[in-house]
Nanobody, 114 residues
Framework: QVQLVESGGGLVQAVGSLRLSCAAS????????MGWYRQAPGKQRELVAS???????NYSDSVKGRFAISRDNAKNTVYLQMNSLKSEDTAVYYC????????WGQGTQVTVSS
């Protein structure tokens, strides 16, 4: 059974930084892709960033140039480095992994105060 465990969320002031981590219970090469989604109150869950098994990143327009997704193959962990945070980045962030189905972490709260 696939487990994704997120960590690193918290409260940060605007223009600050946070790094989220997502540790998978299987080799990350098991997955076609891994990434991060977020859901703000009253809004739909949206893609933030993803990384294919080949290492190609994809970012939403709202975070390009501010966020960076990376991975540590030996630790089966994917990271999301978030810089220049804005109040509109406040949301619950979910780790996602895709094989023939989607797997989700439990979510971690990121709150950016202005």
């Amino acid at each position: 059974q696939v487990q994704l465990v997120e960590s690193g969320g918290g409260l940060v002031q605007a223009v600050g930084s946070l790094r989220l981590s997502c540790a998978a219970s299987l080799s990350i090469f098991t997955f076609r892709s891994m990434g991060w989604y977020r859901q703000a109150p009253g809004k739909q869950r949206e893609l933030v960033a993803s990384l294919t098994s080949g290492g190609s990143p994809n970012y939403s327009d709202s975070v390009k140039g501010r966020f960076a997704i990376s991975r540590d193959n030996a630790k089966n962990t994917v990271y999301l480095q978030m810089n220049s945070l804005k109040s509109e980045d406040t949301a619950v962030y979910y780790c996602n992994a895709v094989t023939y189905t989607n797997y989700w972490g439990q979510g971690t709260q990121v709150t950016v105060s202005s």
